[in-house]
């Protein structure tokens, strides 16, 4: 008989029909009956729902923070002011099922520029629980990854390889300066 009130205060206990038998019924009080729900609900949600999915927010690889700032990776293996697009790239590339939403900002972020929006949800786990990819169990493995893998894309590579450039045309035509007027 699940679900029929036991007695005792005002109505807010109720008989759970658990691991009690009949002469003995397992008691619940409000508050734990809806921690019963919440877990209830959780356990029945597949871990491919989109909502189940892993979020990754840039302030969690980036390395301009701090931990209180919402830094979750050590600060030697962190990326210098990463984006979302640049975490799902690498993701994407792995093999994940990456969903990025663009205006979803971080909370701890103060910064409301279009640079600091964004956040990627990853799937980790499979319908059986299982790790969708196995060298990637956790969700801190896959920051560590993304992590090592951004600052190997092309777009940062071909941005840091063109400012290089300018700088020696730059100092090339200081010389040249400095040689007609002696």
Same mark, same amino acid.
């Given at each position: 008989? &699940?679900?029929?009130?036991?007695?005792?205060?005002?109505?807010?206990?109720?008989?759970?029909?658990?691991?009690?038998?009949?002469? *003995? @019924?397992?008691?619940?009080?409000?508050?734990?009956?809806?921690?019963?729900?919440?877990?209830?609900?959780?356990?029945?949600?597949? @871990?491919?729902?989109?909502?189940?999915?892993?979020?990754?927010?840039?302030?969690?690889?980036?390395?301009?923070?701090?931990?209180?700032?919402?830094? *979750?990776? @050590?600060?030697?293996?962190?990326?210098?002011? @990463?984006?979302?697009?640049?975490?799902?790239?690498?993701?994407?590339?792995?093999?994940?099922?990456?969903?990025?939403?663009?205006?979803?900002?971080? &909370?701890?972020?103060?910064?409301?520029?279009?640079?600091?929006?964004? *956040?990627?949800?990853?799937?980790?786990?499979?319908?059986?629980?299982?790790?969708?990819? &196995?060298?990637?169990?956790?969700?801190?493995?896959?920051?560590?990854?993304?992590?090592?893998?951004?600052?190997?894309?092309?777009?940062?590579?071909?941005?840091?390889?063109?400012?290089?450039?300018?700088?020696?045309?730059?100092?090339?035509?200081?010389?040249?300066?400095?040689?007609?007027?002696?």
């Amino acid at each position: 008989m &699940p679900g029929i009130p036991v007695g005792g205060q005002e109505g807010r206990d109720f008989w759970c029909g658990g691991r009690g038998d009949a002469a *003995r @019924p397992t008691v619940v009080t409000a508050g734990s009956a809806v921690a019963a729900v919440i877990m209830a609900a959780a356990a029945t949600t597949s @871990p491919a729902d989109k909502e189940r999915f892993i979020c990754i927010y840039p302030a969690y690889l980036n390395n301009k923070k701090t931990i209180a700032e919402g830094r *979750r990776i @050590p600060i030697d293996k962190a990326v210098e002011n @990463p984006t979302s697009t640049e975490i799902q790239d690498v993701c994407a590339a792995v093999g994940f099922n990456v969903l990025v939403e663009k205006n979803k900002m971080y &909370p701890r972020e103060w910064n409301r520029d279009v640079q600091y929006r964004g *956040r990627v949800r990853i799937q980790l786990k499979q319908d059986d629980g299982n790790p969708c990819l &196995p060298q990637f169990p956790t969700r801190k493995s896959v920051m560590l990854y993304a992590a090592e893998t951004i600052p190997k894309l092309k777009t940062r590579t071909q941005k840091m390889g063109g400012s290089e450039q300018s700088l020696q045309q730059g100092e090339g035509g200081k010389k040249g300066k400095g040689k007609k007027k002696k």
